[in-house]
């Protein structure tokens, strides 16, 4: 029970629902209560909550006993409990960099050792935070690019879209904000589809920090590159995106990198909002059998 009400604490929390959030890390507590191991699902449902509301220092104050148990076992060995990444995350945003490295280098090491892509790529990403609040923006990329690619072809979509907001976040801080763009609409998208409103209110917070949609000439012409060209013409017919990369013979991957950069060069944070850019531009452009008196 500690386990379901965790996961369902952390649905509700992302969904927005801080008062169903809350019943259901209580009752995670009470099932753990007689079980020594039952209480790390209720301590991860407490930093969830406290992540979706972006309370870092809430979250560092809840994981910091996992972090000072001195265990060997389970609370250090890849993929049992997903809580490293958040600890070091936080640690980071608060500004807690020497702990954070720490802690980061404890668990990549032990990933590294045992192989475990998701948990290298979830630390990846607060690696790269760690990266970008040191102002090295290309150690930073490379630590993104490394997570991303780890999880590739994994059933890891959430995992995914975090690492794409912390990348996008960290690029547009170090003012790369096209970059940025394309990681944050990625990152968007992916959340979208979870129903994980909180965090895409987050991107769309900071797409309009960085210019998306703001400000933009509905009838200013979009340079796009042929790629790009195909990639818009057949989603604006409502197709998905294995359907277009199997029309236009490439990895559905490379049918989402040509969607975010369309996405940012339209000013457009979604495929409806394409759709309908797209539409009313065709209305907008004179019928060229129309001949004025």
Known sequence: ?????????????????????????????????????????????RAHIAESAADYERVVRVLAPLDRSGSDGCLREPGWWPWADVYANALVLTGRLEEADTVLHRHEALAAQRGHRSTLARLGAARGRWHGAHGDVDAATEAFETAVRAVDGMALRYDLARIHLAYGQTLRRAGKRRDADTSLLIAREHFDALGATVHVHRCDRELRAGGVGAGRDERAPVDLTPQETAVEALVARGMSTRDVAAELHVSPKTVQYHLTRIYAKFGVRSRTELIARRNDDRLARPDPGHRSA
């Not at 649905?11 to 020594?36: F, I, K, M, N, P």
């Open 1 to 45: 029970m500690p386990l379901i009400e965790w996961t369902a604490a952390q649905v509700h929390s992302l969904r927005g629902d801080t008062a169903a959030a809350d019943r259901a890390a209580r009752r995670s507590e009470a099932g753990g209560a007689a079980y020594e191991i039952m209480r790390v699902p209720a301590v991860l449902a």
